[in-house]
């Protein structure tokens, strides 16, 4: 039970590229949930998905797209990268049961320059 | 505004000493509250949760307690490890939907 993984752990952008961040869970959670933490600042809720096939936007989800194909997988895309996405994103996912015990990815730390 | 304050911000405690971490929301209405450690270059993992009629909950050496009426929340952490070096991220869940609120978080050095 690998828990939630995401891929890559670190990534360099060059402004204007487009990247895809990877997260997958293996524990049939239903909720899964993309956020950004800025250093200082609380997380920051991007994209959410309540299971396969439905997704939704949060706090701030400009400049971000996600895809929720099946249950396991959550990926986040950058379509044009910009210096205000330099950040560390969080993947977390939890179950309908335990609405508040979100489980989370080490994380992904990403520098556009 | 934040719905969830927190503080201090930061924090320097001396190896096998207590420190207490305050959290202040105004969520309405309360489900509620969970405290995460986490750890740098990590995720967060949950530490403890308060639902709205408990007082005080404890795991291992921390401490968790809850005023509802006051909407405050603290966590003590007891004889101080190295390995408590961490923020912790306060975090408060609205009732009736999935919707969770988080604070800042207190970053906790501790120093030998």
């Known amino acids: 039970n690998a828990g939630v993984t995401q891929t890559p752990k670190f990534r360099i952008l060059k402004i204007g590229q487009s990247m895809t961040l990877q997260c997958t869970q293996d524990m049939n959670h239903n909720y899964m949930y993309w956020y950004r933490q800025d250093p200082g600042m609380g997380l920051k809720l991007i994209y959410y998905?309540?299971?396969?096939?439905?997704?939704d936007k949060g706090e701030v989800p400009n400049g971000y797209n996600v895809s929720r194909s099946t249950t396991e997988d959550f990926p986040l895309r950058l379509e044009l990268a910009a210096p205000s996405q330099t950040s560390v994103y969080f993947c977390?996912?939890?179950?309908?049961?335990?609405?508040?015990?979100?489980?989370f990815g080490a994380g992904s730390r990403l520098t556009v320059l | 505004k934040n719905q969830v304050e927190q503080s201090p911000q930061s924090l320097i405690i001396l190896e096998g000493k207590n420190c207490t971490l305050q959290?202040?929301?105004?969520?309405?209405?309360?489900?509620?509250l969970r405290w995460y450690k986490q750890d740098t270059g990590r995720g967060p993992v949950s530490l403890t949760i308060m639902t709205f009629s408990e007082n005080t909950k404890s795991n291992g050496r921390y401490t968790a307690t809850l005023d509802a009426d006051t909407k405050q929340s603290s966590l003590h952490i007891t004889a101080s490890q190295l390995s408590d070096s961490a923020s912790y991220i306060c975090?408060?869940?609205?009732?009736?939907?999935?919707?969770?609120?988080f604070g800042k978080g207190n970053q906790v050095v501790v120093i030998p």
């Open positions: 975090v408060v869940s609205e009732e009736g939907n999935n919707r969770l609120a």
């Open positions: 959290c202040n929301y105004t969520v309405s209405p309360f489900s509620n």
């Open positions: 977390a996912s939890n179950s309908i049961d335990r609405a508040n015990v979100l489980t």
């Open positions: 998905s309540v299971g396969a096939g439905i997704t």
